[in-house]
């Protein structure tokens, strides 16, 4: 393994590691963290604080706790989407999706290493808030671009 261990941008990182704000939880990533994007709906503002969200996409069976499981809390903030989040210090974590049990969504601040992906656009620009403004050249888009987005 050893030859292999130089960093590859073609290839996904292996044993990408997240963790939350107070440090009582942590995961790890084994796979592919795919679509980054920045998001301005209202819900991922709320959820975050923040002005967007930073989200990407990740396999579910890639994905696991590695320490405190019993503090991560779900909120469902539609119907069939979940949300988790640190118990304790409130981090946004995974979003799990009924429709689509084989991906999760990830929030991109809580990672400890890079996933080596950068992303690609905007999306729900139309509900962006009026105190931030978008300086990069990124593209932008009203809502979603299409259907693969759509979780
Ligand atoms: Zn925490
Ligand atoms: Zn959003």
Redesign the pocket.
Known sequence: MTASTKLNVDKAPTMLRGSCLCQGVAFAIDGPVTDALY?H?T??RKAHGTAF?ARARIKSADFRWTKGEDLVRYCESSPGLYRSFCSVCGANLISTFDARPHVYGLALGVLDDDPQVRARCHV?VASKAPWFEITDDLPQFDELPDARFKW
Request: net charge positive.
């Open positions: 998001c709906c819900m991922c969200r729900h």
